[in-house]
């Protein structure tokens, strides 16, 4: 978004009035732990009551569900959770990529499972279907659906260059900013430079999630600040979507809102309601006018 286009969101009434704030990335898990086992790294076994009480603790208004890749439920835990709860919850499904569909029927599933979109994690032996072409048909059919799609694909941001590149019309959210797992402090910033080269492709955004995990520092995180602003240089408010990853989070949930929402002294209210919520509420296609009120 350009100086001029900022300038005049700024007098946007809907704009003005909206303070609602979306998270870009939660996991849930079923209630009953048999079903499924929580992954390595993640420090709260959290289920949609749990969820629902932290968000009306931490104020936050609507949360994007993506489905864990340890449910064995697949996307029925978040799927029922955003049914009973359609003001609270979307879900960026699973869906295995080594199963080509055609349009219609990816159409189908997503509407058979209440999905906006889909939502990819490129681990082990799925990182071959980036490279190999296996999934092309995917990124083909959700740019003709005009899905939103999300990815995590740590070290491959040549291969996510590509496929931005090859389908101008494909909506792809990087999650986490690429940063693999365990990376932390001083090594942010090189593989973070990779991840700021795809801003130059349009139908690109990031979604600045669980980044307290990236620190040893203590709230609130002073270390990120500057690292938050190169993104937002590089990609605009309207391409940086905040996310919790709350399950995996060394905070609370208040504190990971207030390190958005009160310590980017860089950001303006216009560009931080579009980093809080405004953002991804437009680039999933919702109406953040109406979740306000």
Not at 81 to 95: N, Q, S
Not at 106 to 111: P, S
Not at 200 to 207: G, L
Not at 251 to 277: I, K, N, Q, W
Request: charged residues 25%; contains cysteine.
């Amino acid at each position: 978004m350009s100086r001029g286009e900022r300038a005049e969101a700024r007098d946007s009434t809907a704009l003005g009035k909206c303070s609602t704030i979306v998270d870009s990335q939660v996991h849930i898990w079923p209630t009953n732990p048999d079903q499924s086992s929580r992954p390595f790294g993640h420090k709260i076994w959290l289920t949609e009551r749990m969820l629902l009480l932290r968000m009306a603790r931490a104020g936050v208004d609507q949360v994007v569900l993506v489905s864990s890749l340890s449910d064995t439920t697949g996307n029925r835990t978040s799927s029922e959770a955003a049914r009973r709860h359609p003001d609270k919850f979307m879900v960026m499904g699973r869906l295995d990529l080594r199963r080509p569909r055609g349009v219609a029927a990816l159409a189908e599933h997503l509407k058979r499972n209440s999905l906006v979109g889909y939502r990819f994690a490129f681990f082990g032996r799925d990182r071959s279907l980036l490279v190999d072409g296996s999934c092309d048909w995917f990124w083909s059919a959700a740019e003709r659906l005009g899905l939103p799609v999300m990815v995590f694909a740590d070290g491959m941001c040549s291969h996510l260059a590509r496929v931005a590149e090859r389908h101008p019309g494909l909506r792809l959210a990087i999650d986490h900013l690429n940063l693999c797992p365990w990376i932390r402090d001083e090594d942010i910033a090189p593989l973070l430079a990779q991840t700021l080269a795809l801003a130059r492709h349009p139908n690109v955004s990031v979604k600045a999630s669980g980044l307290p995990c990236h620190v040893t520092e203590q709230y609130p995180y002073p270390g990120l600040r500057d690292h938050i602003e190169r993104v937002v240089d590089h990609f605009g408010p309207d391409r940086t979507f905040w996310g919790s990853d709350l399950s995996r989070l060394p905070c609370s949930y208040e504190e990971a809102v207030a390190v958005f929402r009160h310590h980017l002294d860089f950001l303006d209210p216009t560009d931080l309601a579009l980093v809080m919520g405004v953002g991804v509420s437009r680039w999933l296609g919702s109406r953040t006018d109406a979740i306000a009120g």
